[in-house]
């Protein structure tokens, strides 16, 4: 019972739809009171036997706390919650207070007033404005109190040591009994709060498995958001009805986004706050593809921890709104019609089923009988495309939504014929035919329908006629915007039908080209408009795959008739050029490679005519001399001279037939003895080169062979080790060649070449690789050898590379790849 009447105090002002923490706080509140009275009242004993002098002032001061206590729990009752917190607040405070100005600062009750704002943090821990502002002012007045209480230093009345020391404990005994009440209210209210959090949340998670299944599966979307704020929950038909992909893209997105017209949502917000919620609204809404549609939007405004959500569904109706358009059109047509053309009227009486037509209706269904009143299943029966049970879910709902019933159908008559009839009624109610009547009308639309099947299909035949073609085709209404695109012209349906009613511009930022596209585009469009005349130009663009595509296109004015007025529009074609383009850049690259080819063969046929005669007339005039000289010392003298002269023009002529084998022979790998093609080459340079010259030559091959094209392999050793003899510095006592294999970091083999001959200078060693390049005029080189192990080098995937200093020698290092190059 006492259980009971405790718990009735505790929870009196809690209501079922205030927030848990206002519960909370309301409880905390009324339990603290209540023991508060009890805890005075035990206080005001003790005080009156330890004060029995002022047992009157003990009297009041119990009687104020203990009736202000009650007052808190009688206000919470009613709820004048505010009044409640003030009371609850600051009338302990002044009681306190007023102690301490009565007997002074030594019994210690100013340690309450703290004690007392500890709990009020406590209870207040909403932090909400009103709490900050409750809990700060009683903080003020409690330190100005205090502090006019320690600076006036005498109370009102004196109290003997004997009083202090009671009151002391007194005062200690409430500090003491104020915490431990507090801790056990607030821990019993956490514990209870705590099994009521666990088990709201085990019924929220079957809730919330219950609910999430329906609505993954619902076709409407569901969402959540704030008033003043972004998406904070949406189901997937919802992601797609917007058509975005994932939820990450709607959070936090503005709601006026979404709708077509932001002040839309404005509208239902104040719809809301006077009504609370809203139901089955029609909204025009916006993807995130800026297309719109129709909705159908019910949502409610919900408060959860003191911020207000809207929570509701959206459907998408569009295509009923579209359906629902296009009925009221034909009604409005029809009504019109009705002035000019015989509509025929009928009758369906509801209950008993019975059709009663007019004589036009009677001649548009193909009958010849004087009766009015016909079967509605034998009628139904002629309708290929209606049923009974079709059309009466068509009345239900009319009945309901008190809208027209409107439907079409193939109709057969009893001699045959099919006709395309339309029918329009409307359900009225009547007080003298029972179930009420249906009105109609009916209208023969056989040669419209038949006309408007054959427009259909010659359109898509000729759409169909133009997508086969070889040509690109595209047209603009007046406002330069795409009103037909070819599937030739954009061969991806989504962006087709997305660039219907769009400019160039906007196709251009679609695909995030610069402004010079749309820019030369409009250009011409512009031209032809203002010169009424065929423009055509070259347009150069870029494929998804990066290519380079080429097109001709052509522009030209027209006039078309819509509705009965003349508008101008201007048809586009183009051709995909890009085959005839890159073969034209391809003959282009290829004339210049061969008048390169061709300068280089004159250079060549120049120098090999030039560097030929020259040994070739010196050897002639030598051949002269000897003739005209009896001394043998002069004859042996110029016998040698003509050797050296036939020897450089054998080896100019060994560098050309090795410039034209490794221009013309296929290239074969092969397993190469290093060591054995340096040691040949090496023997046949020494005695070619430097048959009175004194040279050392070193090997260090860490690697013995390696696979390369046999020919090409001795020409660059061939070119490495002549020109290592070749350029020997003759100021040196002894010429040094050092021929070197490894394997670098790249797992690579490198064979390199070092001499101690003249060396290059700096500035020359960009050039040796250039054909009929000399270093120096010293050498009678024919300038072909570096070029020839170049080509060799480059013709296997191989690299060479050169260093060198002037009068201290050069090393040429060349990289063969392990991998044979495909």
Excluded at 589 to 604: T, V
Excluded at 609 to 614: G, I, Q, T
Excluded at 779 to 789: D, V
Aim: charged letters at 25%; glycine letters at 6%.
């Amino acid at each position: 019972m006492i259980a009971r009447l405790l718990s009735q105090i505790v929870l009196s002002g809690v209501t079922g739809d205030m927030p848990e923490t206002q519960r909370d706080e309301i409880k905390l509140m009324n339990s603290i009171a209540f023991h508060s009275v009890l805890l005075t009242l035990f206080s005001g004993i003790a005080g009156w036997f330890v004060i029995p002098k002022h047992a009157f002032f003990v009297s009041l001061v119990v009687m104020t706390e203990m009736t202000a206590k009650i007052c808190v729990i009688l206000l919470n009752h009613v709820h004048r919650y505010l009044i409640a917190k003030v009371v609850f607040s600051f009338i302990t405070l002044f009681v306190f207070l007023l102690i301490i100005w009565y007997f002074g600062l030594e019994l210690n009750f100013q340690f309450l007033i703290l004690t007392i704002f500890i709990t009020l943090m406590i209870v207040y821990r909403n932090s909400s404005s009103s709490d900050i502002f409750i809990t700060v002012l009683y903080l003020v007045i409690g330190m100005i109190g205090c502090g006019i209480a320690y600076l006036s230093q005498d109370p009102i009345v004196k109290i003997s040591q004997e009083e202090i020391e009671g009151g002391k404990s007194i005062a200690y005994a409430m500090n003491l009994s104020i915490i431990v009440m507090v801790s056990v209210i607030f821990f019993k209210s956490s514990r209870h709060r705590k099994m009521a959090t666990e088990e709201n949340l085990r019924e929220l998670s079957g809730v919330t498995n219950i609910l999430n299944t329906i609505s993954l599966n619902l076709n409407e979307g569901i969402y959540k958001s704030r008033v003043n704020g972004g998406m904070v929950y949406m189901n997937d038909s919802f992601i797609r009805m917007f058509a975005f992909t994932d939820k990450d893209q709607l959070v936090d997105q503005d709601p006026h986004q979404l709708y077509s017209s932001p002040q839309d949502r404005d509208d239902i917000l104040d719809e809301l706050h006077e009504n609370a919620q809203v139901s089955n609204r029609l909204v025009r809404f916006r993807r995130q593809d800026e297309s719109r549609f129709w909705g159908r939007l019910s949502c409610k405004l919900i408060v959860e921890d003191g911020l207000e959500f809207l929570v509701g569904t959206v459907t998408d109706v569009t295509v009923q709104q579209e359906h629902e358009s296009m009925l009221r059109e034909s009604e409005n047509q029809l009504r019109e019609a009705q002035r000019i053309a015989k509509i025929g009227n009928w009758q369906l009486f509801n209950a008993s089923k019975i059709l009663r037509w007019s004589d036009e209706c009677i001649r548009i269904h193909g009958l010849n009988s004087i009766q009015s009143d016909y079967d509605y299943r034998d009628w139904l029966d002629r309708l290929s495309d209606m049923d009974e049970a079709k059309l009466n879910t068509l009345m239900a709902k009319a009945m309901m939504t008190k809208e027209n019933v409107e439907f079409q159908s193939w109709y057969t008559t009893p001699e045959g014929e099919r006709k395309f009839l339309v029918y329009v009624t409307r359900y009225q109610r009547s007080e003298k035919v029972k179930g009420g009547v249906w009105y109609g009308t009916v209208q023969d639309f056989t040669v419209q329908h038949v006309a408007e099947q054959r427009i259909i299909e010659t359109k898509q035949f000729y759409e169909d006629w133009i997508d086969k073609l070889p040509i690109e085709s595209v047209m603009f209404d007046d406002q330069l915007r795409y009103t037909y695109i070819s599937e030739n012209a954009v061969q991806d349906s989504e962006t087709r039908a997305w660039m219907l009613g769009k400019t160039n511009r906007d196709y251009a930022e679609r695909r995030g080209l610069n402004n010079g596209f749309f820019e030369l585009r409009d250009k011409m469009l512009q031209k032809s408009i203002d010169e009424k005349k065929h423009v055509t130009w070259e347009e150069k663009m870029k494929t998804k795959d990066g290519l380079d595509s080429y097109h001709v296109r052509y522009i030209f004015p027209i006039e078309i008739t819509e509705r009965g007025k003349q508008k101008h529009a201007y048809i586009g074609y183009s051709f995909n050029i890009s085959e005839i383009k890159n073969a034209e850049l391809d003959l282009l690259a290829k004339n210049q490679e061969l008048s390169g080819l061709n300068s280089e063969l004159d250079r060549f046929v120049y120098s090999i005519s030039h560097d030929l005669r020259a040994p070739i007339a010196s050897v002639l005039g030598l051949i002269d001399l000897t003739k005209s000289t009896d001394s043998q010392e002069e004859t042996k003298e110029m016998l040698e001279m003509q050797s050296v002269a036939l020897k450089r023009m054998d080896q100019y002529i060994c560098d050309v037939l090795d410039y034209s084998r490794n221009a013309r022979l296929e290239i074969e790998f092969a397993d190469i003895d290093i060591e054995d093609v340096v040691s040949k080459c090496f023997t046949e340079l020494k005695f070619f080169h430097a048959k009175n010259r004194e040279i050392e030559i070193k090997q260090d091959l860490e690697i013995k062979s390696l696979r390369a094209d046999p020919l090409r392999f001795r020409i660059i050793v061939n070119n490495l080790l002549s020109n290592a003899i070749k350029y020997q510095d003759p100021k040196k006592k002894l010429g040094k060649v050092c021929v070197r294999t490894w394997i670098n970091e790249d797992n690579n083999i490198v064979l390199s070449v070092q001499e101690n001959g003249i060396g290059i200078r700096a500035d020359l060693i960009g050039n040796i690789w250039d054909m009929f390049f000399r270093g120096t005029n010293k050498s009678a080189g024919s300038g072909l050898g570096l070029y020839i192990l170049k080509e060799s080098v480059s013709a296997i995937g191989a690299e060479v590379e050169v260093q060198s200093v002037e009068g201290e020698g050069s090393t040429f290092k060349v990289t063969f790849s392990k991998e044979e190059p495909s």
